[in-house]
């Protein structure tokens, strides 16, 4: 039996609030927020597979990108694993837990059985932090659940070799060292900066249709066909309660990220002495509240059924609108950091 | 559970958050009084069985009367798990407004 002294906290969303956490359990405070800003997650894209009948999106940048960032800005070294045995990643789990290692394990959410079956679903690219063992149970830290719990070594050895979209493949990983005069407030000065402009540069410069701005637009121009590529009422409903799920239930923090966005805005503005930024909080602040009213109205009109062109016109048009004001915004906030 | 510094939310409070929730969602087979005050209002609730959309539909209204924000659905749903809890985040949330 084994249990590393681990703080755990709830977290909006699970890769930013594990990063947070790991960094925590090694002297290095920084929020959750910070997190998102400074690795400049910001973002919007539009996929579209062949084998989807409607488009999705999404609000952040691509798992793991967070880790990547947070590694390259401020000197810290990520030890990270795949495993194609799960004997060989279980032992190496082990073997991490037993030297006090805290250790992130990639899992399908669906198998996190102290989580209430109603909240999970197959998710292949959520992140918990295995923190102990009793027996032949791990204690974990996930940050969607309220305290640290168990789960058995059987679950986490499905959720660890889902398969599908992101499998895991036993990804892991634990903070191997930090700089060595440890992460200074000089260091995350200059990577909230880069942060910004790496988030706002994404969401306004990159050339790529289905990236940024562009990809918000050509998100909302979409859904007007929907109607017509749908093969009944229900599954159009599903593909409009999709958008509402994807703002504000897939660990977001609400608004698709925009609230935690503006968080990280007041905290850059207090760190960096930089008043603007706390303008540019409330402003964002403000429009994630639209996303979250857009995603009020697609659920409101999923649930009742009520799927009519000129509705498919109003989603278009409010997104579309959510487009202008997000450009503005983003070249606005360019501009203070260039 | 409530810390010490945790103001202990009114009788009164708890009986506007049930008509603001009926209100909200339009209920009309339900008086505030059928609401248990600690009862989850979602699942295995016999009176309400409310949904994530009405989660979201009570958030939104939570932020329009007393001005309080839940940025945050997973946070959210832990505060808007019954009335007392309700009750608890917007009493604690006016006394932070205060300075108290």
């Known amino acids: 039996m084994s249990r590393i002294p681990f703080e755990h906290k709830l977290a909006a969303h699970c890769e930013s609030g594990m990063l947070s956490a790991l960094l925590k359990h090694k002297g290095v405070t920084l929020s959750e927020p910070m997190v998102l800003g400074l690795t400049g997650a910001i973002f919007f894209v539009f996929i579209k597979t062949p084998h989807m009948v409607f488009p999705v999106f999404d609000m952040r940048s691509r798992p793991g990108d967070m880790r990547k960032n947070l590694g390259k800005r401020l000197g810290i070294r990520f030890r990270t694993q795949n495993f194609r045995d799960p004997a060989k990643a279980r032992a190496s789990l082990d073997s991490l837990v037993e030297q006090g290692?805290?250790?992130?394990?990639?899992?399908?959410?669906?198998?996190?059985d102290y989580i209430p079956s109603y909240m999970r679903t197959h998710f292949n690219a959520h992140f918990i932090i295995v923190v102990g063992k009793e027996g032949n149970d791990f204690l974990v830290s996930d940050c969607y659940y309220p305290s640290i719990s168990k789960l058995s070594q059987e679950s986490l050895d499905k959720a660890r070799f889902a398969?599908?979209?992101?499998?895991?493949?036993?990804?892991?990983?634990?903070?191997?060292?930090?700089?060595?005069?440890?992460?200074?407030e000089t260091a995350i000065k200059d990577a909230v900066l880069?942060?910004?402009?790496?988030?706002?540069?994404?969401?306004?410069?990159?050339?790529?249709?289905?990236?940024?701005?562009?990809?918000?637009?050509?998100?909302?121009?979409?859904?007007?066909?929907?109607?017509?590529?749908?093969?009944?009422?229900?599954?159009?409903?599903?593909?409009?309660?999709?958008?509402?799920?994807?703002?504000?239930?897939?660990?977001?923090?609400?608004?698709?990220?925009?609230?935690?966005?503006?968080?990280?805005?007041?905290?850059?503005?207090?760190l960096c002495n930089r008043p603007e930024f706390s303008d540019m909080s409330k402003r964002i602040m403000a429009i994630g509240d639209r996303w979250r009213e857009i995603s009020l109205f697609v659920a409101r009109i999923g649930k009742d059924r009520d799927l009519g062109d000129n509705r498919m016109q109003e989603i278009r048009g409010m997104i579309r609108s959510q487009a202008d004001?997000?450009?503005?915004?983003?070249?606005?906030?360019?501009?203070?950091v260039k | 559970m409530p810390d010490e510094a945790t103001p202990v939310p009114s009788p009164e409070l708890k009986a506007?958050?049930?008509?603001?929730?009926?209100?909200?969602?339009?209920?009309?087979?339900?008086?505030p009084e059928d609401i248990d005050d600690s009862a989850s209002l979602f699942e295995n609730n016999p009176v309400?069985?409310?949904?994530?959309?009405?989660?979201?539909e009570i958030v939104m209204a939570l932020q329009r009367t007393y001005g309080v924000h839940i940025d945050d659905q997973n946070?959210?749903?832990?505060?808007?798990?019954?009335?007392?809890?309700?009750?608890?985040?917007v009493a604690k949330e006016k006394a932070k407004a205060s300075g108290k």
């Open chain 1, 101 to 112: 290692i805290p250790t992130t394990v990639q899992v399908d959410m669906f198998y996190m």
């Open chain 1, 163 to 184: 398969k599908s979209d992101f499998a895991p493949k036993g990804f892991q990983f634990y903070i191997e060292s930090l700089p060595q005069n440890g992460v200074s």
């Open chain 1, 194 to 270: 880069t942060g910004i402009k790496q988030g706002a540069s994404n969401m306004i410069k990159l050339p790529v249709p289905f990236i940024g701005i562009k990809g918000m637009r050509r998100f909302a121009d979409n859904i007007p066909s929907w109607p017509k590529i749908a093969r009944n009422a229900d599954a159009l409903s599903h593909a409009i309660m999709s958008i509402h799920i994807t703002l504000e239930e897939r660990g977001t923090g609400g608004g698709g990220f925009r609230f935690m966005y503006a968080s990280f805005l007041q905290e850059a503005a207090r």
């Open chain 1, 325 to 336: 004001q997000e450009e503005a915004f983003f070249k606005d906030l360019l501009a203070m």
């Open chain 2, 16 to 31: 506007e958050i049930k008509k603001l929730i009926i209100e909200t969602l339009k209920i009309s087979d339900v008086k």
């Open chain 2, 48 to 56: 309400l069985q409310l949904d994530s959309v009405d989660a979201l």
């Open chain 2, 75 to 89: 946070i959210g749903r832990f505060i808007i798990k019954s009335v007392d809890s309700i009750a608890e985040f």
